[in-house]
């Protein structure tokens, strides 16, 4: 059986900083691409930042420079480490995986976690 657990979210001050992580079991974790989606209270979900199973990464241009994803692959966890964060930063955060790359980038991971909870204050 196949789980993404998410861990890492919190309430911070705005400037503040954060490591998300998502830990996957039931899968191949080397061969998957990884990604951090979020989702803001009647917004629509939007992929935060992406790695390949190469390493290869990618982000949203707004969290660029503030953002980094990273992989262990003997703990089979990414992370994704958040500064400087912002009140628009707020939302709901997810991992997807999938062995395809182009199925994360468009949203259509085969597996996805039940996310957490970052809050921004101002």
């Known amino acids: 059986q196949v789980q993404l657990v998410e861990s890492g979210g919190d309430l911070v001050q705005a400037g503040g900083s954060l490591r998300l992580s998502c830990a996957a079991s039931?899968?191949?974790?080397?061969?998957?691409?990884l990604g951090w989606y979020r989702q803001a209270p009647g917004k629509q979900r939007e992929l935060v930042a992406i790695i390949t199973s190469s390493r290869s990464t990618d982000y949203l241009d707004s969290v660029k420079g503030r953002f980094t994803i990273s992989r262990d692959n003997a703990k089979a966890t990414v992370y994704l480490q958040m500064n400087s964060l912002k009140p628009e930063d707020t939302a709901v955060y997810y991992c997807?995986?999938?062995?395809?790359?182009?199925?994360?980038?468009?949203?259509?991971?085969?597996?996805w976690g039940q996310g957490t909870q970052v809050t921004v204050s101002s």
């Open positions: 997807a995986a999938d062995p395809i790359a182009t199925a994360v980038r468009t949203g259509r991971g085969r597996y």
């Open positions: 039931g899968i191949i974790f080397s061969a998957n691409t």
